[in-house]
Nanobody, 123 residues
């Protein structure tokens, strides 16, 4: 069974840190790309960060570069999004996504999606 299960969301204040987790059931990190997306209130879902299979080259949305880090733990088969210096603009539902490993980084064409976890950053 293939499933992505996010956790770690919550209500924090601006400047705080938060780490999101994505348990990847049936999707080995060694052979799949993973990404985080978010849907801000009243807006479309947007790309946040991605990493290719085996931890190859990460990609970040400009607004989170230097603040967010995507990483994976193959032993736990879990992908993380470490979010530092959070801003109110980071508020939204965060989704984990996955796809079979690719040769080049792309922000589109994700096959599997989690249900999402809410992140709220107060000013």
């Amino acid at each position: 069974q293939v499933q992505l299960v996010e956790s770690g969301g919550g209500l924090v204040q601006a400047g705080d840190s938060l780490r999101l987790s994505c348990a990847a059931l049936g999707l080995p990190l060694s052979s799949h790309d993973f990404a985080w997306f978010r849907r801000p209130p009243g807006k479309e879902r947007e790309f946040v960060a991605a990493t290719r299979w085996g931890g190859r080259n990460a990609d970040y949305q400009d607004s989170v570069k230097g603040r967010f880090t995507i990483s994976g733990d193959s032993a736990q088969n879990t992908v993380y999004l470490q979010m530092n210096t959070l801003e109110p603009e980071d508020t939204g539902v965060y989704y984990c996504a996955a796809r079979p490993g690719t040769l080049e980084m792309s922000r589109s064409d994700w096959r599997y999606w989690g249900q999402g976890t809410q992140v709220t950053v107060s000013s």
